[in-house]
């Protein structure tokens, strides 16, 4: 294993989420300008829009989404889909059709 690959700038930093002000003290390598005092100890601060305390994943508020029903919803449309095609009435066959064959001598008696 080559060791010059791993940084060595590791620190503990505090992760800030904007959401909910929760803060999370981490060790990181990420460049901040930004500080806060956290138990009587400065440390750098990240600020972040959302975390594992603000996403609602992992708080339990996701939104659950009725995946049985969407089943029942496709059967029900291909069967009203399916007794609509079965009632259309498709246009008439070709040898329905009337049509009328004219002959030359047809023609040149109209003319």
């Given at each position: 294993m080559r060791k010059t690959i791993h940084p060595q700038n590791y620190?503990?930093?505090?992760?800030?989420?904007?959401?909910?002000?929760e803060t999370f003290l981490t060790k990181s390598t990420v460049e901040t300008?930004?500080?806060?005092?956290?138990?009587?100890v400065e440390?750098?601060?990240v600020k972040v829009h959302i975390s594992s305390a603000s996403h609602p994943f992992f708080?339990?508020?996701?939104k659950l989404v009725d995946i049985?029903?969407?089943?029942?919803?496709?059967?029900?449309?291909?069967?009203?889909?399916?007794?609509?095609?079965?009632?259309?009435k498709k246009g008439p066959k070709v040898s329905d059709k009337k049509e009328s064959v004219m002959n030359l001598s047809d023609l040149k008696s109209k003319s």
């Open positions: 620190r503990s930093v505090v992760f800030q989420d904007l959401n909910n002000n300008d930004a500080t806060i005092t956290l138990d009587s440390y750098p601060l708080t339990g508020q996701e049985e029903g969407r089943v029942d919803k496709f059967n029900a449309r291909l069967a009203a889909t399916k007794d609509k095609q079965k009632n259309h």
